[in-house]
């Protein structure tokens, strides 16, 4: 045995062009919305290539996938799009469906050597523009918009195109700009349903010529009759499921409408007796499904005559799980692993009751996930973890079926912010990688790290990577103008950003009291003390801090927690001797002000003398 190649997680449809040997896949994407992606891969019979599944999807450098994504490990798409991306419809999902490089000779030149593909979810055809050598030479293009549900095509083996899809085989083909055939605009059939022969049906058929020409049509009812007109009335004396068509011509060219089913008769009743509709289910449950059809009140029909179909829901589209079951009953077992229940996942269970005369009718029930949460976590924060070899960059939450099998991961290091950390322990007691089985109430799982004293990944202390005119307390160093205030400037600010005019000279204040410092203390004594700097200060020289985010950089003053842990407002440096509750606002706590009117001023001697006045 041998592996070709590997990292796809759904390869739906592949195709090799025999001019150029190159193999083309389309990869469906993850579930995961707000970063999937729809990949059409390009590889060659030497194999040996990881396309990136779990850890990438879309272009080897894509930042939704930036702790994994790297082009030096994997098979960078070809071409790809995102289910958020300016073409989707809203809320829309998408799964693509991997054609193949068009060598036929009946469309127009233009077309050869162009890669074709299909979106099963967004219901259309594109295709990408590509050099003689197989290169794309711009962004894919819409060439059938009506395409829906499809989810296979083939060159027929007259140059034209074939796809099947939810809603028939259908066949593209090109007439030349003067030999188009006639487009059919109606073609109908109304007539009461559910009552015994005989039955009048009116079908109703209109089409165009795209040549000038006098349209013909004929009505093909399915019992052996036809007529030339396109209004006729049938009336059907017999009790059968007829399949009726409309065939149009202009003398040159024709065209025909797509099957229209005539269900003639009464239809037998249908139910399904348990379980009762939107049951709730849990996790590798069996599930017996009872139901019972009639010919009509009080004549049941043979258990030959029930048929059973059940799918998974999966927001726009199904999967198969149980297909044309004989019976009155079925039983199965719902899935512990593999597909998950997350977002809009359920089971639709049909039975189908046919009578001799061949009408069928059907019922559903929906039976439902008992849902909860499960929650990934990381300490520290942002570690990317995998849930089912699925990476989750932590804080992650998802809902879950109880009693469903999960497979944690967690890598053995990670890189946080050039810091590298070692995996040290999950918090339920599992491996680095096991298994755990959801209870009935939500569940949170926390991978802790320990840091080392290495350092990683790109050095980000750098106003190229984190913008001019941007202040974030988490930043190593700042690049907005109060930076030099406070003395935490990255040391590439004045090069960058000082001396450009389309800086921003200020972006909205700091988020904390004062800007965290990026030096760790010199020292912690006697004289680095909260006691004699103040709670919530902030200065660069001090050899340790005494402000809220001091905590984030291992610099905090040794009796912080104990003196200033209590307040909930940083106090001024400036003495209040002018200023007014009046103008600055009660309950406001502002470092510029040379008063302050917040519930903590009287804790540092710097309310302003008004704020008496402000309401208890």
């Known amino acids: 045995?041998?592996?070709?190649?590997?990292?796809?997680?759904?390869?739906?449809?592949?195709?090799?062009?025999?001019?150029?040997?190159?193999?083309?896949?389309?990869?469906?994407?993850?579930?995961?919305?707000?970063?999937?992606?729809?990949?059409?891969?390009?590889?060659?019979?030497?194999?040996?290539?990881?396309?990136?599944?779990?850890?990438?999807?879309?272009?080897?450098?894509?930042?939704?996938?930036?702790?994994?994504?790297?082009?030096?490990?994997?098979?960078?798409?070809?071409?790809?799009?995102?289910?958020?991306?300016?073409?989707?419809?809203?809320?829309?999902?998408?799964?693509?469906?991997?054609?193949?490089?068009?060598?036929?000779?009946?469309?127009?030149?233009?077309?050869?050597?162009?890669?074709?593909?299909?979106?099963?979810?967004?219901?259309?055809?594109?295709?990408?523009?590509?050099?003689?050598?197989?290169?794309?030479?711009?962004?894919?293009?819409?060439?059938?918009?009506?395409?829906?549900?499809?989810?296979?095509?083939?060159?027929?083996?007259?140059?034209?195109?074939?796809?099947?899809?939810?809603?028939?085989?259908?066949?593209?083909?090109?007439?030349?700009?003067?030999?188009?055939?006639?487009?059919?605009?109606?073609?109908?059939?109304?007539?009461?349903?559910?009552?015994?022969p005989p039955v009048q049906a009116r079908f109703f058929g209109s089409a165009t010529s795209n040549s000038g020409k006098t349209v013909s049509y004929e009505w093909d009812f399915g019992d052996g009759t036809r007529s030339t007109s396109p209004f006729p009335t049938k009336i059907y004396a017999v009790s059968g499921n007829y399949k009726a068509v409309l065939r149009v011509s202009d003398g040159a060219t024709n065209a025909t409408s797509n099957i229209l089913s005539v269900a003639i008769g009464v239809k037998p009743l249908v139910s399904i007796v348990s379980p009762a509709d939107n049951m709730l289910f849990t996790a590798g449950q069996n599930i017996t499904i009872v139901g019972q059809g009639f010919s009509s009140p009080g004549v049941a029909l043979p258990s030959t005559r029930l048929i059973w179909n059940v799918v998974i829901f999966h927001d726009d589209h199904t999967h198969p799980f149980l297909t044309q079951i004989v019976g009155s009953s079925v039983t199965l077992t719902t899935v512990a692993s593999g597909h998950s229940t997350s977002d809009n996942v359920y089971l639709i269970a049909t039975l189908t009751a046919t009578n001799a005369a061949g009408i069928s009718a059907a019922t559903s029930i929906n039976m439902l996930p008992q849902e909860v949460n499960i929650n990934l976590n990381s300490v520290p924060s942002g570690i990317p973890l995998t849930l089912d070899g699925i990476v989750k960059t932590t804080p992650h939450v998802t809902d879950t079926n109880v009693g469903f099998n999960h497979n944690l991961g967690a890598p053995s290091t990670a890189c946080i912010n050039g810091k590298t950390y070692n995996f040290a322990s999950w918090s339920d007691g599992g491996a680095q990688t096991h298994t755990v089985i959801v209870p009935n109430t939500n569940v949170a799982f926390t991978a802790t790290y320990t840091a080392t004293t290495a350092n990683c990944g790109v050095v980000t202390a750098s106003c190229a990577n984190y913008g001019c005119g941007t202040y974030k307390a988490g930043n190593l160093c700042q690049c907005d103008a109060a930076c030099a205030t406070f003395g935490n400037c990255c040391s590439d600010r004045a090069s960058l950003c000082v001396a450009t005019t389309n800086a921003p000279a200020t972006t909205a204040a700091p988020g904390t009291t004062k800007a965290p410092t990026t030096n760790a203390p010199t020292t912690q004594g006697s004289t680095g003390s909260c006691a004699a700097y103040g709670c919530g200060t902030y200065k660069s020289s001090n050899p340790c801090q005494c402000d809220s985010a001091c905590v984030n950089y291992g610099d905090c003053c040794a009796d912080r927690a104990s003196l200033c842990a209590a307040t909930t407002q940083a106090p001024t440096t400036q003495a209040p001797t002018t200023g007014s509750c009046a103008v600055y606002g009660c309950g406001i706590y502002k470092s510029g002000n040379k008063c302050q009117c917040d519930k903590n001023c009287s804790s540092y001697g710097d309310c302003c003398s008004d704020i008496g006045t402000c309401p208890a």
């Open 1 to 196: 045995k041998a592996c070709w190649s590997w990292g796809i997680r759904n390869g739906w449809r592949m195709s090799v062009d025999e001019v150029t040997n190159r193999i083309y896949i389309g990869e469906v994407g993850g579930n995961e919305q707000t970063t999937a992606s729809e990949d059409i891969h390009v590889a060659t019979d030497k194999g040996g290539v990881n396309f990136g599944w779990p850890y990438c999807e879309g272009y080897c450098d894509n930042p939704d996938f930036k702790y994994t994504c790297s082009c030096s490990k994997y098979n960078s798409a070809f071409y790809a799009y995102t289910h958020k991306d300016s073409n989707a419809p809203t809320g829309a999902n998408a799964a693509v469906i991997g054609g193949y490089v068009y060598r036929g000779s009946m469309f127009p030149q233009e077309y050869y050597g162009y890669y074709f593909f299909g979106d099963y979810s967004r219901g259309w055809i594109k295709y990408l523009p590509m050099t003689s050598d197989g290169q794309r030479t711009g962004d894919a293009v819409t060439f059938d918009s009506s395409a829906i549900s499809i989810f296979n095509m083939e060159p027929g083996p007259d140059g034209s195109m074939w796809y099947s899809s939810n809603q028939g085989m259908f066949r593209i083909t090109y007439a030349g700009p003067t030999n188009l055939p006639p487009t059919i605009n109606q073609a109908e059939v109304v007539y009461s349903e559910n009552i015994s």
